[in-house]
């Protein structure tokens, strides 16, 4: 059975910084690309980053590069996300999930997704 757990998750003043961690277990883990979302009340989930089954593929949303910083450690079927100065519009449930490649943004193309992280970013 396959599970992505999140974590990481809270409530931080505008500006903070918190750290999203995803442990995968019921997969081999490096043969896959790991994707960020997250979804806002009232809005479609989003794509937030990826990172390629190996370290050095990356991919980011406009609204979060140079902000957030996305990693993965297969040793341990872990993946991370980083995010600095964060704003109040970051927040949002936040959910990791397996893909193909990580230039997809497509929801539509994750496999297995996780239960999701709350990030609450107060102004």
């Known amino acids: 059975q396959v599970q992505l757990v999140e974590s990481g998750g809270g409530l931080v003043q505008a500006g903070g910084s918190l750290r999203l961690s995803c442990v995968a277990s019921?997969?081999?883990?490096?043969?896959?690309?790991m994707g960020w979302f997250r979804q806002a009340p009232g809005k479609e989930r989003e794509f937030v980053a990826a990172i390629s089954r190996t370290i050095g593929g990356t991919f980011y949303a406009d609204s979060v590069k140079g902000r957030f910083t996305v990693s993965r450690d297969n040793a341990k079927s872990a993946a991370y996300l980083e995010m600095n100065s964060l704003k109040p519009e970051d927040t949002a449930v936040y959910y990791c999930a397996t893909g193909p490649t990580y230039t997809s943004r497509a929801v539509g193309s994750y496999k297995y997704w996780g239960q999701g992280t709350q990030v609450t970013v107060s102004s």
């Open positions: 019921g997969l081999t883990f490096s043969n896959y690309a």
